[in-house]
């Protein structure tokens, strides 16, 4: 289409700066709603920046969060939302504008500032204590991340590894801790290019360590179960009211973790099976003990056998006669009975009867291959101890057949019929 004064040959051959002040100069275009929306624009790109919400209060102020010193952030309030979103726009304005460039650690502490708020209080705990074990007062943290090379990246990992004889569970967190922060960077364009396109966390597992424990620290024998079933009846007979010795045996008999003993209340012990629904946690910033989700965040149900019944019954008529009794399973006079006494109690009774030391996983373990080697399914196994297949198979499934059932099982084989 052809306009008044604007032959197509000459439009063809301006740019869009000049076309744009040719449409404001012949009345095509308001200029003032042109800077009007660019204005609105460039205020939506950096409110789109800010990670923490913008909220009012109750007293009418309207607050958010900014970045403050790392790691941290600091609160600022003002009276109406416009007030805090220049607060806000000014902030951000100001990083744009500024030219030092950002190290590694800078631009980790940034990515902290958002992740923090995505996890729970001992995850932050952990965060900050792999900070210090990995990136503190080191030349790779203190590195400008637009300098730091995919060469850069595979020497620290390497030499952290070898240094802290990591096993592939860490060394893979540490990977992740640095992808996660390019990945940050890349996403505030404070570089333009990955240096991590073409690594992969498993290439570093051939430098890694990991500690090989033989299959008797990782099980408990049939002989020193039956020794601690004998311990457990004679202190039955000297302790009657110790509690977590029942709560240790009762692991025995379930294959349950330790927090979800603690946490187990009466009202999920039915005639027919056992609901698994919660796990006591603690949170290592307030040090506190609380109730939450099982491990893998679902319910499950294990069957009621008649040892365990037992076992409930007397620790109920004991709990009874002394006024323990409550919403939780195991608890004595001073309530609930916490997961680390359980665990203590575990340990102690190896060491009373001169066995190698084995705490509540040691059960789970046991159990567990005993179902495996009875020709139980992976898929049942697994559902009965609460966790996914493949964590089945690569850490509770061990050789429990002796000898001899082995011959046994060669000698069938090898008959001819």
Not at 85 to 95: A, F, N, R, S
Not at 181 to 193: E, M
Not at 307 to 336: M, P, T
């Amino acid at each position: 289409m052809r306009t008044e004064g604007c032959p197509s040959s000459f439009c063809m051959q301006m740019n869009d700066e000049l076309l744009l002040k040719y449409a404001v100069g012949n009345g095509m275009i308001d200029l003032s709603y042109v800077q009007e929306q660019v204005k609105m624009n460039k205020r939506k790109e950096f409110l789109e920046k800010h990670t923490y919400k913008i909220w009012e209060g109750k007293d009418g102020k309207w607050r958010t969060y900014l970045p403050g010193n790392n790691p941290g952030r600091k609160m600022v309030k003002r009276s109406t939302q416009k007030e805090i979103e220049d607060v806000v726009i000014k902030y951000y304005k100001g990083l744009q504008e500024k030219v030092v460039p950002k190290t590694f650690n800078e631009v980790y502490w940034h990515w902290r500032s958002v992740q923090d708020q995505t996890v729970s209080a001992n995850s932050v705990s952990k965060y900050n204590t792999d900070y210090k074990r990995y990136f503190d007062n080191t030349e790779f943290s203190a590195k400008r991340i637009e300098n730091i090379t995919e060469e850069d990246i595979k020497i620290f990992i390497i030499n952290k590894v070898k240094c802290l004889k990591m096993c592939k569970k860490a060394c893979k967190t540490l990977f992740g801790y640095i992808k996660n922060t390019i990945r940050s960077a890349l996403i505030n364009r404070v570089i333009s290019d990955d240096p991590m396109e073409f690594l992969e966390a498993k290439q570093f597992y051939k430098y890694c360590t990991e500690p090989q424990f033989p299959r008797e620290k990782k099980l408990i024998s049939d002989l020193d179960m039956k020794m601690l079933y004998q311990k457990f009846m004679e202190d039955y007979q000297k302790h009657p009211n110790y509690i977590p010795t029942y709560a240790v045996h009762f692991a025995s008999l379930t294959g349950m973790r330790v927090g979800e003993i603690s946490a187990l209340s009466w009202d999920c012990i039915t005639d027919k099976y056992i609901i698994i629904n919660k796990s006591e946690k603690y949170n290592r910033q307030t040090k506190e003990y609380y109730i939450d989700k099982t491990k893998n965040g679902k319910d499950r149900i294990f069957p009621m056998t008649d040892d365990i019944q037992k076992l409930l019954e007397s620790v109920k008529r004991v709990e009874l006669h002394n006024g323990y009794i409550c919403e939780w399973v195991f608890a004595n006079e001073s309530g609930r009975i916490h997961a680390p006494v359980i665990s203590s109690c575990a340990k102690n009774k190896c060491l009373q009867l001169g066995i190698d030391v084995k705490g509540i996983h040691s059960y789970r373990k046991t159990i567990n291959s005993k179902l495996r080697c009875n020709g139980v399914s992976p898929t049942v196994a697994a559902s009965l101890l609460g966790h996914s297949v493949e964590v089945n198979e690569q850490y509770y499934t061990f050789d429990v057949v002796g000898i001899e059932q082995k011959g046994q099982i060669i000698s069938k084989i090898g008959k001819i019929s």
